[in-house]
């Protein structure tokens, strides 16, 4: 996960046709500076319009998620959107000459090949995430559709569908971590059912449809008739079911390819929150059109709590207790400055401290102003880390933590009595030989108070 906000280093292209409008057109994604976020911009048009990518701003969600702004339409950016968002990228504008991204093979991983291939580039400024307090919830119970999204301390995704189709049956995907999408979401291609595509043709859609850029599934036998017209509106000489299920034998690449497929939807589609995420998504039965009312509740949700202040879940789960953390730390009062473990995984911890008019340190620190000082909120941030750091070896009671080096440390803000101090560290290369490197921020009400990179040391208490 990154902490700073990041763009591509130069500018690449990919070309293709359109899945929907049938449109041949070249996307170009160019830096961007801090802050930009993610706009298309449509140059085959009159003033070359700008659109964001933003959930207020969807007009249309007929098999895919159209925006428009400034009398411009961008159709389909859900893939794209799917790939910027697995890569971690904040600011990019990408210009198109035409209404809609090439399909290419249906799915993200050509898009995200691209943009590796321009590679990423750091920004001196941090990312604003956004930290689910509580569940936000969109339900349509007519179709039996149902998306939660629930605190936490990553952004994880699992996804069910259910079409009462006795060919695709129940499927589950599921992403832990969002470093994972590349492996193993990206490369999940497009689908629909057999039934649907003389319709969608007919309606106007999948004019850039063809087998190469989507699975169909059969899932009602089809006479040799119709499955001759079928051919006729792919462009095909024939089409044939090869194998039971699938339309002309396409091989999936996962077995359960469709709900993946629904999952990188629904990251794309999320994207138009405007801000990356922190918490878990749930999604029963996901669409777009669903993707999107839950894009916008998160959206409005967080408008509002910018607005009063975000209070931390105090409901959330709690991994270590304050005696918990006694029993792995050396610290004792008045220089333990962490309360609890909220989360804790191989990757990073997320401790919390809960900063009361009662702290010591508030007698002589500007009393009349009382501020946590900043050198506090480090070790704060020193502590959390070495919590992480003991809790990679089986016997923490044997080993010391100590810190060899802290890096491009920076205040924002400040901390003051009443505020909830949330201090989450990540790893940032392999441990070796002891040696621990992690980036560590501190946020108060969803906003960063301080940050820096921690260098820190395991070693055993005999020396041995």
């Known amino acids: 996960m990154y902490y700073k906000q990041h763009t591509v280093q130069k500018s690449v292209s990919v070309s293709g046709v359109g899945l929907h409008t049938g449109k041949i057109s070249t996307m170009t994604f160019l830096p961007a500076p801090i802050g930009h976020g993610i706009r298309f911009q449509r140059i085959d048009l009159e ?86 307090p509580e569940n936000i919830s969109y339900q349509d119970a007519k179709r039996g559709v149902e998306l939660t999204a629930k605190p936490g301390y ?59 850029n989507a699975i169909v599934i059969v899932d009602k036998v089809m006479p040799p008739e119709q499955l001759n017209e079928l051919a006729k509106l792919l ?40 801000r990356p995420l922190i918490g878990h998504i749930k999604g029963l039965r996901p669409g777009h059109a669903a993707n999107v009312e839950l894009a916008k509740k998160i959206k409005s949700y967080m408008n509002k709590k910018e607005k009063q202040g975000m209070i931390y879940n ?58 946590m000082p900043g050198v506090l909120q480090v070790e704060g941030l020193a502590q959390a880390g070495g919590i992480f750091a003991l809790s ?7 080993y010391w933590t100590y810190f060899l080096r802290i890096d491009e440390c920076r ?23 002891g040696i621990v490197k992690m980036e560590g921020q501190a946020f108060v009400n969803g906003k960063l108070v301080c940050e820096a990179k921690l260098t820190a040391s395991i070693t055993k208490k005999d020396g041995k």
């Open 47 to 132: 003033g070359r319009p700008t659109i964001l990518a933003d959930a207020d701003l969807v007009v249309d969600v007929s098999r895919g998620t159209t925006i428009e702004q400034n009398g411009a339409r961008v159709y389909t950016v859900e893939h794209t959107l799917a790939a910027l968002t697995g890569l971690e990228i904040d600011n990019v504008l990408i210009e198109i000459d035409g209404p809609e991204p090439p399909i290419l093979d249906g799915s993200s991983i050509q898009f995200l090949n691209t943009l590796k291939e321009a590679g990423l580039q750091e920004q001196d400024a941090p990312r604003n995430f956004f930290y689910i």
């Open 411 to 433: 205040f924002h803000q400040k901390v003051v009595p009443g505020d909830i101090v949330l201090y989450h560290c990540i790893l940032t290369t392999p441990i070796r030989r």
């Open 392 to 398: 990679t070896v089986p016997d923490p009671e044997n």
């Open 314 to 371: 105090s409901d959330a789960p709690v991994v270590m207790d304050a005696m918990q953390i006694e029993a792995m730390l050396p610290h004792r009062f008045p220089f333990l400055l962490i309360d609890k473990i909220a989360h804790l995984d191989e990757h990073s911890v997320i401790a919390i401290k809960n900063v009361s008019m009662n702290e010591w340190y508030f007698q002589g620190h500007f009393p009349k102003n009382p501020v």
């Open 154 to 212: 990553s952004y994880e995704l699992s996804v069910t569908v259910d079409y009462n189709s006795s060919v695709l049956g129940v499927q589950e995907a599921f992403l832990k971590k969002l470093s994972d999408f590349e492996s193993e979401i990206a490369s999940c291609r497009t689908f629909c059912f057999l039934h649907e595509l003389e319709m969608l043709y007919k309606g106007g859609l999948i004019k850039g449809g063809d087998l190469s």
């Open 235 to 274: 462009g095909k000489p024939s089409v044939e079911v090869k194998a039971e299920g699938i339309l002309d034998n396409i091989e999936l690449r996962y077995t359960n390819e469709p709900a993946r497929h629904k999952l990188l939807d629904l990251v794309g589609d999320l994207a138009l929150a405007g």
